[in-house]
């Protein structure tokens, strides 16, 4: 199983940015970001393809929040800007071991990783 390791969880103000990263034990195939918040279920909020060129986002953060990776260093980020409390939950980052299935199920990934808590205040 690939190991997936998220980092740059915090806690920021409403308006404020996070940049979080998660490391890959190896290469992989298409990446994701989703978010669970308490009582809620897990959403899909970014995903990017191996080369980085297609990106895809949840309309909740569009033009707030940017996919991209870094395929030298098997490290996908999400940089998060102007952020909102209802950003607040546990981010998960997610990989697949093939080109299959779609960029924004949950279910058609394979890897993830512990999670990293962002709380934003108001």
């Known amino acids: 199983q690939v190991q997936l390791v998220e980092s740059g969880g915090g806690l920021v103000q409403a308006g404020g940015s996070l940049r979080l990263s998660c490391a890959a034990s190896?290469?992989?195939?298409?990446m994701g970001w989703f978010r669970q918040a308490p009582g809620k279920e897990r959403e899909f909020v970014a995903a990017i393809n191996w080369s980085g060129g297609r990106t895809y986002y949840a309309d909740s953060v569009k033009g707030r929040f940017t996919i991209s990776k870094d395929n030298a260093k098997n490290t996908l980020y999400l940089q998060m800007n102007s952020l909102k409390p209802e950003d607040t939950a546990v981010y998960h980052c997610?990989?697949?071991?093939?080109?299959?299935?779609?960029?924004?199920?949950?279910?058609?990934?394979?890897?993830w990783g512990q999670g990293t808590q962002v709380t934003v205040s108001s």
């Open positions: 997610a990989a697949k071991n093939s080109y299959s299935g779609t960029y924004y199920k949950d279910g058609d990934y394979d890897y």
């Open positions: 190896r290469r992989t195939y298409d």
